[in-house]
């Protein structure tokens, strides 16, 4: 079920098979292979529970690295805890090394499903 059209931040992937693919972000948000993570990447490069994601405001989010492995990198650069802006790029775990697309932090209004179920993307 949709629900109504609200402001707030999303990731936009840049390239790959789900090139277009928007994904809202509300709260704080785990990303990682585990199942129990809201946004669930099947990519063996990322750690179980990889990175976190936290909004703090309108013009802000938090990427935290959570002890993963291959790290994680915003910009091309590895960070272990960055506040983001809109239209930063944040790919794991290493650039061009690994499957895994690029993905645009942004804010936009987005339609949204109410669903609660585990987002299968690539970052």
Known sequence: ML???DQGWSLVAQSGPEKGQIIPIQGTIAIGRALECEISILEPA???KHAELEIIDDNEMLKRDLGSVNCTYV???K???VT???GVIIQDPLPGESAMNQTV???M???YSRSTHVFIASM
């Open 3 to 5: 629900g109504d059209v």
């Open 79 to 81: 960070v272990d805890e």
């Open 109 to 111: 209004s987005v339609q």
């Open 84 to 86: 983001l802006k809109a």
């Open 46 to 48: 990322l750690s179980r």
């Open 75 to 77: 910009n091309g650069e």
């Open 105 to 107: 932090c942004r804010q």
